[in-house]
């Protein structure tokens, strides 16, 4: 390959001007070969880093840690990145906050990441916050075909986030988190669907829509005058996960 690491490729690429700088029509695929590659990878608009070799065979590791939620992250996306086929694990035992993705805010949804066939294993042990994805308000998150996973973290264990607005759909997708392992914070339209989510789901406002997930937690919906739910199963698959919907 043209680079030894992940962070290296993403240096190149935020370095190019005129012609050759991603951008519309003239983007890039970062194919990353099977490794462990460490450090927090900042994206670059219109970049696909894309792992090669199977499960895991490609994995970002991250022990950084910070203070707030963006910069926590192992992975912080860009508008129009695309990540596939990778594993991140990110872990800090002196960090207050650690996170798996952080997708920034833009206006109007423009931030627009894609994440798919992704495993994010974020252990909290030591640090007071973690979190596996969260997007920022005004960005949009397409996740799918993904898990997610979270513990450890003394305060606050999240899985997937959606700030308020945030255009979102997230889709078959394993989630695990010790406390809200699923929030739908609402403000434009917002999708859970066909996923396995092992925790709380936390809805607020019209706009989330859960549908046929299996949800072994609670479901709390912060607007009881209107119907987000269906067709959702909980552990023993009764119709309806407890809580309300």
Do not use: H, W
């Amino acid at each position: 390959g043209d680079f030894a690491t992940i962070v290296d490729a993403m240096t190149f690429l935020q370095g190019l001007t005129g012609g050759d700088a991603p951008a519309e029509g003239n983007a890039y695929i970062v194919q990353v070969g099977p490794g462990v590659y460490d450090g927090q990878v900042t994206m670059v608009p219109y970049v696909t880093i894309r792992g090669a070799g199977g499960t895991c065979a490609t994995t970002i590791t991250y022990t950084g840690g910070a203070a707030t939620a963006p910069t926590a992250a192992a992975v912080i996306t860009a508008d129009q990145a695309f990540l596939e086929s990778v594993c991140i694990e990110a872990t800090n035992p002196t960090a207050t906050v650690i996170g798996g993705i952080y997708v920034p805010a833009g206006g109007g949804g423009s931030s627009v990441t894609q994440i798919y066939d992704v495993s994010i294993a974020v252990d909290g042990t030591g640090a007071t916050d973690a979190y596996g994805v969260i997007a920022g308000t005004g960005s949009q998150l397409d996740l799918g075909l993904s898990q997610v996973n979270v513990a450890g973290a003394t305060n606050v264990n999240n899985g997937v986030t959606a700030s308020s607005g945030v255009r979102a759909s997230v889709m078959a997708t394993e989630i695990a988190a010790g406390d809200i392992a699923l929030g739908l914070l609402g403000g434009l339209p917002q999708t859970a669907k066909g996923n396995q989510i092992d925790g709380d789901v936390a809805l607020i406002g019209a706009e989330p829509r859960l549908i046929n997930n299996l949800i072994t937690g609670t479901v709390s919906d912060g607007d009881a005058g209107t119907t987000n739910c269906q067709g959702n199963y909980d552990s023993a698959l009764a119709d309806t996960p407890p809580g309300g919907c």
